[in-house]
T-cell receptor
């Protein structure tokens, strides 16, 4: 199993350009997540999905769109990139919570995409 | 809102030294608590977790105890190795939340031989 993979690993954009980051998982997980990691701020949730065809906003959704057309893929789009979106982007996936308020299913993370917007 | 506060790094230790990385949290109710580790160039991996007060999570020689009275979940290891050099993240999940995690800012640990 490849686990969670992300494409591309690195990218440099100019302000105003668009791009799509691809996340793929082969673990048949229902939930998928997109985070950004910035120095001194930890990881912050951008958008997430609880199943194929569904998406929801996280903590910092502005300037990003997502799509989950297939269960194994979760795409993150930047329509008009800004320097403030320079960051490392991580995708993660997990099984759904199995019921009860104390259950937790581990999130598995991809290796990240380093994006620089000039 | 819910939040996690970690000690700022970097933490630099010699091999076989004792490690403590402090983590405190603010949350309504009784969240589940986690430590994740990020090795250079890689994504995050779950290191250990605790789901209720007084639980102790442990893995690979690391331990953390869920202290409700002090709202803390400090990470400890008795004898660090060079291979433990990484960034460590404390995180919480509020009960009822859709598996969403709230992370601390991360603490860089550098272990010197």
């Amino acid at each position: 199993n490849a686990g969670v993979t992300q494409t591309p690993k690195f990218r440099v954009l100019k302000t105003g350009q668009s791009m799509t980051l691809l996340c793929a998982q082969d673990m048949n997980h229902e939930y998928m997540y997109w985070y950004r990691q910035d120095p001194g701020m930890g990881l912050r949730l951008i958008h997430y999905s609880v199943g194929e065809g569904t998406t929801a906003k996280g903590e910092v959704p502005d300037g990003y769109n997502v799509s989950r057309l297939k269960k194994q893929n979760f795409l993150l789009g930047l329509e008009s990139a800004a320097p403030s979106q320079t960051s490392v982007y991580f995708c993660a996936s997990s099984y759904s919570t199995s019921g009860g308020t104390s259950s937790y299913n581990e999130q598995f993370f991809g290796p990240g995409t380093r994006l620089t917007v000039l | 809102g819910d939040s996690v506060t970690q000690m700022e790094g970097p933490v630099t230790l010699s091999e076989e030294a004792f490690l403590t990385i402090n983590c405190t949290y603010t949350a309504t109710g009784y969240p589940s608590l986690f430590w994740y580790v990020q090795y250079p160039g890689e994504g995050l991996q779950l290191l250990l977790k605790a789901t209720k007060a007084d639980d102790k999570g442990s893995n690979k020689g690391f331990e953390a105890t869920y202290r409700k009275e002090t709202t803390s979940f400090h990470l400890e290891k008795g004898s660090v190795q060079v291979s433990d050099s990484a960034v460590y993240f404390c995180a919480l999940r509020r009960r009822g939340a859709t598996n969403k995690l709230i992370f601390g800012t991360g603490t860089l640990l550098a272990v010197q031989p």
